[in-house]
């Protein structure tokens, strides 16, 4: 049986640092829509592969573990924390180590059938902001609303500069635009899924822009939606 939609379907896409956490945060929490992170669920599975000494070429193991972990998101404060089987894992999936491995893992068949089967039965009921890189071509093609959130890559690297700074990790600029311009190739250009922007799409260029101001023109189509 189809489950009966309640609210819209919102995808926002683009490269990593655009700021689509933090606009897709607020936006679901305006709207009092679920907020769905599918970049960290690739963290989680890249955790997990580290943790669990997994061989990438291993895709049957890949599939197994990915499709067997228990992801969720619960609002604390400001933040939303992600917990993979009872385990808070909102810290260890930042560190510099795991995005390298996120990118690796997100280029695996078994490891993208695994996600897209949990993040389609997580927002089946609609009402929900997923954000990643695919949401809008592959995991929910139908969405009713999709966003492609861009900004150059020196400012997204600044912003990932300054978040890793807050955390208390060290590293310096220049390496991070590098990591920055490697993701964004490795997401561009592998063969499964690659990012970009759905033909449908609306472009959002946050290089000079606040979140607030990215949310309310998010909110403004939204709206134009609804009506
Ligand atoms: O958004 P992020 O930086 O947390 O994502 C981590 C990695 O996961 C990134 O290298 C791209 C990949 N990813 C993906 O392939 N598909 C998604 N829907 C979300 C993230």
Known sequence: MKTEKKGLTIAIDGPSGAGKSTA??????????????????????????????????????????????????????????????????????RLPEISHLASEVSKKKGVREAL??????????????????????????EAEVKFYLDADPEERAKRRFQELMARGIQIDFQKTLEEVLQRDHNDMHRAISPLKRAENSILIDSTHRSVEEVVEEMLKKVEEKRR
């Open 116 to 141: 897209v089967e949990i993040q389609r039965e997580m927002a089946k009921e609609g009402s929900a902001v997923l954000e990643g890189r695919d949401i809008g071509t592959v995991v929910f093609p």
């Open 24 to 93: 897709g945060r607020t936006l679901a929490k305006r709207l009092g829509y679920t907020y769905i992170d599918t970049g960290a669920m690739y963290r989680a599975v890249a955790l997990k592969v580290k943790e669990k000494g997994i061989e990438l070429k291993d895709e049957s193991a890949l599939y197994q573990m990915a499709s067997s972990l228990h992801i969720t998101f619960v609002p604390m404060g400001e933040e939303i924390h992600i917990y993979c089987n009872g385990e808070d894992i909102s810290e260890a999936i």
